[in-house]
């Protein structure tokens, strides 16, 4: 058998599923829709709010982006393992005292 004859063969085929013999059935898309609908937000942000990235604080401070990793006067605010902001009427509040 050839490489085209393969790839027929394999076309014509309906697809099995892992578990068993049985073939795969259309499923409506408004039952896909619903089992693959979006995961609501986790937590409630005002829309006004406004947050900032590690690098942009440490852009603004002048400093490394590890410094501010290393601060314990901000509450970081983890969205993902990647993704990291921090509050600007925190970062404000910090700056209003003098710290940074």
Avoid at 54 to 61: F, I, P
Avoid at 65 to 82: C, F, G, M, Q, V
């Amino acid at each position: 058998m050839n490489k085209k004859t393969l790839k027929q063969n394999r076309a014509a085929s309906p697809r099995k599923t892992p578990q068993s013999n049985q073939t795969q059935d259309a499923v409506p898309r408004e039952q896909f829709e619903r089992k693959h609908a979006p995961f609501p937000p986790t937590l409630e942000l005002a829309p006004t709010e406004l947050f900032l990235s590690r690098k942009a604080l440490a852009r603004r401070w002048g400093t490394c982006a590890h410094t501010i990793a290393r601060r314990k006067d901000l509450k970081p605010l983890y969205l993902n393992s990647r993704l990291i902001r921090y509050k600007l009427a925190d970062v404000q509040a910090i700056e209003a005292a003098g710290v940074a």
